[in-house]
């Protein structure tokens, strides 16, 4: 009976519009701050910065960006992968034509790119819907990574047609390139998550976010009581690219130091991001951060559990993740599309009312 | 009350009617070969509430999409506050001030009946982007001033128990009470109503006409609206259109419009020529 609302009454619309009403989950939202950005990167090492967490919190800020155009304003994207490959090719081009210029700078550079030409390719929004929107983000997708492979100039006419990384310091420490120490890594990757997941926040409970919702939920009603659906999607394709945009630039930077783009943002990582966002939950949040943790860690328990603790084969882990995978997409598809998120909210629900339930 | 003069009248029950808010002139709308409206011409007062009646397929709906600007009509002119009105989307129609409600609910079944209102007043929000995406003094102050404003909707309605319920999972009669509220939220001069009461046992009628009433009133709110239960209609509306076949047969006060022998034919269904 700790866990309640009761007592905990609202006194203003301000209040009850917080984003944790109930100060326990306030709480224990201070709590995992203090320890992301207070312990976390005192005891880090390099493999749980580069198994785990560094791609946890790049895939939660990817997640989010699809969550907004999928989760909250209803337009379906399979093209995830490819604009993460903007975002990388802008932050390569620009830390190597503007080298001194900071690298955060940069990192939101490519973001703004990849919102204008999210932008660009959402256009077709505005006259096809669903699955036909979905097929033309797919060729978004390809065309993309057709268009990194075939132009020299976005690699610099490297002879592998590989982009790498030079080494970028933000407050004195390298952050990008062999010398960058895991603590740095993970910090840049978790200040951009932090101030991202905040944004996305708020512009998902104020009246943007509720036009997206309205266009998701009955674009018809919605341009009736007065959303101008031009504005609404198209906004909705420049924050979502942005945020992916980010992604894109801090995975090929921080996270991979070298990239090939049909390796590196092909279309299984269109299809991750969406997986993510089915399995944490559509129109949320905590449920994009929830997705990708799920999906980054679920691989490297099962490979510690099967290979290294059963002595199972690599491919057979491989395998069952899988089918893991693909039976948690389906169940979630079919029982609960507001994902993980939805299941968190239920189970704090009977714990609100426990051992009370009527 | 056919020819009103053009200071206005105050009605019987001590409601002021004022001059012409809303003129439609000889309104033709086809779809292909089907003609939905057939050269039609009214007008609504300010303050007035107009029904529009018929039997199905009448036109009623097609009539009212014409002033909402979700069709544009072939021919005709629409006159709103003294001014031609252009062909307009319909979110350009919303900022006019003209709100609606649709005869088949068109709620927003993933968000909760305080967003679902809360959304009505978008036009009433300027705060800019970055304001929205900081969450900084002018946001945050439009969004409690604005939700303010949609409590006093919530109290007005008898909502207020299902303020942070997702309307997906609401009853009929009580979204169609959402979808009311979602209008006024706008605050609209000219509020459109398409069949505000179909489906309704008796008591949800009464407490719906309770609040069309309330609304006429206490906001000065001009309302037209279609609706099919002739009880109702006579006892809460000023004037009647009435149209059969996308054609105008009829068009006064309630107690001309029953007198009228081509709408007694019309509703007794006999047979057209
Ligand atoms: N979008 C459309 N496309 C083609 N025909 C249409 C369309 N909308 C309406 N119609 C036709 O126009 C005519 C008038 O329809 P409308 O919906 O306006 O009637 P109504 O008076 O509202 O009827 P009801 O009482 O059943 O709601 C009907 O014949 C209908 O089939
Ligand atoms: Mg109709």
Redesign the pocket.
Known sequence: MIYREAGDFKTGYREDGQTFPIKLDRWAYYGVLAVAFGIIPFVINDYWASAVLVPFLIYAIAAMGLNILTGYAGQVSLGTGGFMAVGAYAVYKLMTAFPDVNIVIHILLAGFVTAFVGMLFGLPSLRIKGFYLAVATLAAQFFLVWLFNKVPWFYNYSASGQITAPERTFLGEAVTGPASSAPAKYLICLGFAFVLAWLARNLTRGMLGRKWMAIRDMDIAAEIIGVNPLGAKLSAFAISSFFIGVAGALLFAVYLGAAEVGEAFGINKSFLVLFMIIIGGLGSIFGSFAGAAFLVLLPVLLKNLLVGSLGWPTDLAAHLELMIVGALIVFFLIVEPHGLARLWALAKDKLRLWPFPH | MASVPEEGVVTPDGRQIGGVLMEMKNITLR??G?V?VKDISFDIRKGEIRAII?P????????LNVISGFYNPQEGEVWFKGYRRGPMKPYEVARLGIARTF?NIALFDGMTVLDNIMTGRLNKMRSGFLAQALWWGAAEREEIENRAQVEKIIDFLEIQNIRKTPVGRLPYGLKKRVELARALAAEPQLLLLD?PMAGMNVEEKEDMSRFILDVNDEFGTTIAL?E?DMGVVMDISDRVVV?DY?RKIGDGTPAEVRGNQEVIDAYLGVAHD
């Open positions: 779809f292909g089907v939905a018929g199905n397929g009448a036109g009623k709906s097609s009539m005869q069949e279609i099919h149209m996308g």
